[in-house]
């Protein structure tokens, strides 16, 4: 029976300990401060595609994950009786202009194409999909469905009691247990770790800023507006992100920006405008030097493995990483894509 212990009770973490135990491998959880620490203990869940053109990799393998992310999530909540909170609802874009409009119905095109009939990329008039009503300059939105929301925090919690169906607990720790197989999973402190010992930048953490509102649209896509991420959750919250931020001083402290977003949440989203501010949020998002999500070998550590970079898009690639790890380690099998190896980012 293979050995694996896993650091870092994130969504890599987690979702790649669930892929393993499932299929027999003794896994240990192994976390130094608390699950879902980092970026993945926030609150937007927003997993959206990438725009359907210039095709690559990257894109594609987003969506190979985005398709399987119903059934992932569903086994996970049938194991441990969590809410995870996914419903694949699609998403809402309003159209500023006439250019917008002829670019959206030229990504609609190529959408039936690259996404296979499985989902579709319309653009249609504001008031023809339910929800909350959005400001658009041309009345014309775009329709897709192959967007999907997730509570963050439940979908970790979900992974907890799953794995514990399987005898596996979160443990408290920063070492791994000698002898055993080590996928490294921890956030933008272990980007800093692997730079630190390879002795180059191996990414960066980038600091975000979202908010909860209290507002009750738990059946309504979600909308992207003015670079804002708009996502309504099953228990009659709005979740709004995020910021991007390079530079900070506090990691886990909100700002004036927030108060900004907040704003323009509420003048791009009438619905939203009185929507009572249930939390403010903040934490640091790792981002790879390629900004794919990094999967492979730790160079010069024989035995340890990287998992690292979600960065924005963590918690939509999840499902088909935790596979692509579970390969890797259990069976030596390598289908990582280019661009997301470690050896990829090493310049």
């Not at 499902?319 to 692509?324: F, I, K, M, Q, S």
Request: proline share 7%; with cysteine.
């Amino acid at each position: 029976m293979a050995q694996i212990a896993v650091m870092g009770a994130g969504i890599f973490g987690l979702a790649s300990a669930w892929a393993m135990a499932r299929r027999g491998a003794r896994v240990r959880v192994i976390e130094a401060s608390r699950i879902g620490a980092g970026a993945s203990g926030g609150v937007v869940g927003a997993l959206a595609p990438h725009v359907p053109e210039q095709w690559n990799a990257k894109k594609a393998f987003q969506f190979d994950s985005l398709m399987m992310a119903e059934g992932f999530w569903h086994a996970v909540a049938s194991a441990g009786g969590g809410t995870p909170g996914y419903a694949r609802l699609g998403r809402v874009q309003p159209l500023a202009d006439d250019a917008a409009v002829a670019r959206a119905r030229e990504r609609g095109e190529t959408a039936r194409e690259l996404w296979q009939g499985r989902a579709t990329w319309q653009v249609v008039p504001a008031h023809a999909v339910a929800g909350p009503r959005v400001i658009s300059g041309t009345g014309l939105v775009i329709h897709d469905t192959l967007s999907a929301r997730l509570s963050p925090r439940g979908a970790a919690t979900a992974l907890v009691a799953a794995l514990a169906t399987r005898g596996v607990t979160v443990e408290q720790g920063t070492v791994p247990p000698p002898g055993w197989t080590v996928l490294w999973a921890t956030g933008a402190q272990g980007l800093r770790d692997l730079g630190a010992d390879l002795g180059r930048p191996m990414g960066n953490g980038v600091k975000g800023q979202a908010a909860l509102l209290a507002a009750d649209w738990r059946d309504s896509p979600q909308l992207f507006a003015d670079g804002l991420h708009i996502v309504p959750h099953a228990d009659a919250t709005v979740a709004i992100g995020s910021t991007s931020e390079r530079d900070f001083a506090a990691p886990d402290t909100t700002d004036a920006q927030l108060d900004d977003l907040i704003a323009r949440v509420r003048a791009v989203c009438p619905d939203l405008a009185a929507a009572p501010v249930l939390e403010r949020w903040a934490g640091v998002r790792p981002r790879s030097p390629s900004r794919a999500p990094m999967l492979g070998p730790w160079p010069g550590r024989d035995g340890q493995f990287v998992l690292n970079g979600g960065f924005k898009i963590g918690f939509g690639m999840a499902p088909r990483l935790a596979e692509l790890a579970a390969d890797l380690l259990l069976d030596g099998a390598d289908a990582i894509p280019q661009g997301f190896r470690v050896s990829d980012n090493l310049g």
